[in-house]
């Protein structure tokens, strides 16, 4: 109740509140759900840190609803991956939660499970959980059946109706985008400057009213209001050329309408369940920690390459660095400052010619 009342004045995401409700059902389901509350001491909780050891990821997934310990034991005979530590971690954060309140309240006296930390360390850093993919799995990946098909057609980009399967590896691979950041573009998001940069402004709206035909755009940080100068490879690609196409149909139209908001309201969710379970392991052979979202990680090292300052890795990419006294001064927004940078971003090895539009500009 106190994390849902938290959620709401804090205008925490609904799938925020889901997943505590998980974290806080699985630990229900270890120490017993008849258990009094009272009666979980410190060697109930290392019970729970242990289980939670040996528990393997996507369990529901892989075992349906077999009993925690049978789940346990296939999954230490089919030697199937565990969870993390971090996600251990949730967890036991959701149990020391529950016994802290447990405390204030005064139904025990302390709180057994503070400080209770995973039994293994996560020996990976924060920077590395994602890895980005390698210079051959990217030209490999742009040469599938798909995209050959693409490439006997005038417009290659025309023969994917939908749009996003075609254009959102591209938008990531290319702008450094978070997926969802590029399924829900608006076409009016694309613009140009005074000096003709093409650009996409990627910004907060408000949430639209019931019957308002737009649709609300969401972001993951506040380091994620920026303004992307569009590569000139997408140029070439005929970018420019579809998103006029879908301004016909409405300037308030979704770039990839076919692509619905899931109940937490991320418009990728279903692209990134087909690029996750077919098109990305049809194409390239994937390494551990490689997902979709490995494009955006590939072009962070496209930036490492040409030596591009913070600056453009925070004011085009959305990271946030930490601030220096300097960031105050200068607009490093300004999408023609920074498209000097981004016309450097190169993978070698990637040809794409076969997909430029004959008609690009």
Known sequence: MLSEENADVNSLSPKWVDKQRANL?????????????????YDACLRVRSMLARLPSNRTKLYGDLPIDKAIERAAMEDKPLLSPVTQQQYLAALRDVLELAAKKKIISVNPAEGLKPIKRDTIAASEKRKPFTLQQIADFFKTDFYAECAKHTLPFAYDKPGWRFWLPLLCLF???RPNEMAQLHASDLKRTEKATWYLDIEATADEDEDSPVASKTLKTGASRRKIPLHPELIKLGFAQFVEQRKKAGATTRLF?????DKYGNVAAYALKRFRESYLPNAIKLEPRQSFYSFRHSWRDALRRINAPSSTLRAVGGWSQGKLASDAYGDKLDPDFQTKFIRKISFPGLDLSPLHSTKGE
């Open 175 to 177: 702008l450094g985008a």
């Open 25 to 41: 059902a699985l630990v229900r389901e270890i120490v017993g759900d008849q258990t009094p509350i009272g009666s979980i001491d």
């Open 257 to 261: 309408p076919d692509l619905t908001p």
